[in-house]
Nanobody
């Protein structure tokens, strides 16, 4: 069983920055996309950003220009650099790896709390 281990969450003041990391517990093959999602209290989980096998990136409108997703394929790690943080960015952030290697897979991290104070 593959585990995704997240790190980098915490408490930051509005306007500050955080960098989230997510690494797979073992080498994964056939990854089609890596992504970050978030869920605020009382709200549905939403896509923040993802990056495809080909390197194409996709961002939620609310984070465009402030967040940057990147990856290190050799380390099976995805990052989310978050700048100019706002209180409305407060949520639990989850990473996701999905792909196909013999069969389809869809792995999720345990979540890391990001809290932005005003």
């Amino acid at each position: 069983q593959v585990q995704l281990v997240e790190s980098g969450g915490g408490l930051v003041q509005a306007g500050g920055s955080l960098r989230l990391s997510c690494a797979a517990s073992r080498r994964l093959f056939g990854i089609n996309a890596m992504g970050w999602y978030r869920q605020a209290p009382g709200k549905q989980r939403e896509l923040v950003a993802d990056i495809t096998r080909g390197g194409n990136t996709n961002y939620a409108d609310s984070v465009k220009g402030r967040f940057t997703i990147s990856r290190d394929n050799a380390k099976n790690t995805v990052y989310l650099q978050m700048n100019s943080l706002k209180p409305e960015d407060t949520a639990v952030y989850y990473c996701n790896f999905r792909g196909v290697w013999g069969r389809a897979y869809d792995y999720w991290g345990q979540g890391t709390q990001v809290t932005v104070s005003s």
